[in-house]
């Protein structure tokens, strides 16, 4: 997964020492560990066939990331404002984990949720 440090924190990978800004690679249960921390968010890297042009992360990237954002929440933490009371994950919650100034809607939330559940029923 890739990820990128948050503003007031470093991160040693024992290859490097990265900066707030600086953007790696790492395994996903590493970068989960890491985002639960709130050391890195998620960082999607989308590439643009047009220089300098804004470019959105096209909806199955994005729904990837969610899924990636929802696994870094703990369910079993006392954290429980990362959840609603029904259960769902709070979009802020992933917000925060995406960063960035990224939102979620409800919608996104929900349909990213239902791959999560999925994936984790197939695992059993």
Known sequence: MK????????????KKIHKPGDSF???????ERLIRGKVVSLFEEVKSDEPGAANEPTQTDRQKLLVLAIGALNPNTAERADWTRSGDPQ???????????VKVTAAERDAAYDVFLAAQESQQ
Do not use: P, Q, S
């Open 25 to 31: 690679e790492c395994d996903d249960k590493e970068g």
């Open 91 to 101: 979009t802020a919650a992933l917000e925060e984990i995406l960063g960035d100034g």
């Open 3 to 14: 990820v990128r440090v948050n503003d007031g924190r470093t991160v040693d990978d024992g």
